[in-house]
């Protein structure tokens, strides 16, 4: 009976979204308008910084000697993240693992939701520019069993309104738009969020991680906030990459 | 006449209970600005009096629907040899309705090359942004674009 | 003083010609706070803090000057045009309403 309500619900908020067509809808020169913007993109300022913060701890050739790859593969090898890291016997993202650097160079590791952390795992991503997303779900149970988990978790329905991450990013909501933002179909093959993250959110002026967004999107849908770099927030990061693969990675992005 | 002096009380009586902040409403009113100043005023002192004229050697980009407020791309180019003799001089960009009017005030120099200006500015709703633009001869021109704000999607 | 803003001169294209008419952006992190807004937690009126003042100076000349009001977004761009004319550096200064200044240097370094 509860649930009858809570899908009856939800199914009410989607109704409320508008088709494309709509008034409030920006139009195509709108959004190239905004599209130039990216190339003053105010989070180049936090890249920049976070290439200083990695310098302190040997810049690109120290992370790349940390992962065990040569300096020229690095680009490559970052455009296959999240990853299974032997070392830690675990999927882990290139935040973690910029952690666990810290920390094993006698460093006091920074959280993984704070600033610094946002602009360090940003320059690191950017490193990959120009590289295509080459995650490798079938390389090994472990990746195996993150992106069952990371489907899961995006199609599981909780919270107050019973909302999945799927209810508003499926290919059913394609051409609708929330208050003219055209809701992305996030479990699309070829859907590129991932290749864009970190980006530059305008609505809160600071620089923001895929898994930071996923919980401000947990937050207004009513859903319980799953803390970053726990299993779940992986796994769904690996789902979303594994959508994205083969796009272009463009770091840093930009984001109403 | 007489009317008008009653509203000019009204106004005064307003005015006064806008400066004790502590009293009643007056703490939920919409403080003012540091440098409030409306458009037509912004205008006037900026041209010292002059009318400029709607020009179509400016161009005025901004988007028709602001995705955020808070973010709104403003571009403003103006077809000009920018030489030492002929040159733009002043690019002002001005907002419709926000408590302070001026957004920028741009002075170029021939050596700019080209007269663009391009910045983002926050527009608290939908209103009008103009280019107010000075000539190195004295002229002003301008355009004008209505901008929509909207609230867009979640968080 | 205040805490180190951090900022960033872009020059676009990378490379250039001396004579290049090229695309100078400036980015800072700054609040640009208009002291009309709340502070959500507090509820009390953030005081306005905003850049008032931008100036664009190459190898010494002032180039673009700038009266910047509290209307522009946080963490504000600026853009503009220069003509290359020789090597040398292109100097930023800004300053803020509270009487914060900064300065941010880049070198030019026109090729062929």
Redesign the interface.
Known sequence: MKTGIKIALSVAMLASLSFGSDQFAMSDADRAMYAEMSENNPADIMVADGEELLSYMGGDEGFAKYLGVSEDDLPAYIAGFPRYIKKFDMVVGLDQVIQAMMADGGHKPLKLKSGNMFSLLAYVKSIANGEKINIDVNANPQMKAAYALGEKTFMTRRGGRGLSCNSCHSADIVGRVLRTQPLPDLGAKGAKAAATWPAYRMTKSSLRTMQRRFQGCMKNALLKVIPIGSKQMVALEVYLTQKAKGSEINIPGLKR | MQRRDFFKKLGTAAAITAVIPAMSFAGDA??????AMDFDTAVKTITGGKTPKSSKKVKL?????A??G????V?VTVDSPMTASNYVKAIHIL?GK???A????????P????????????LGGTQNVTALVELSNGEFLMASQSV?V?????? | MADKRKSLIKIKPKRYKDGEIVKVSFMVMHPMATGMTKDKKTKKIIPAKYINSVKFIYNGKEITNMTVWESLSVNPVFTTYMKINGKGKLTVKYTDNTGESHEKTKKIKPRG
């Not at chain 2, 980009?61 to 629907?65: R, S």
């Not at chain 2, 808070?70 to 791309?73: L, T």
């Not at chain 2, 050596?111 to 926050?122: D, L, P």
């Open positions: 919409k403080p003012k600005g540091p440098n980009k901004v988007p028709e629907i995705e955020n808070a973010v709104v791309p571009t907002d926000n408590s302070n001026r957004c920028i005030d741009v002075f170029l120099t050596a700019n090359g080209k007269a663009m200006f391009s910045t983002r500015i926050k929509k909207t609230i867009g999607g979640c968080g």
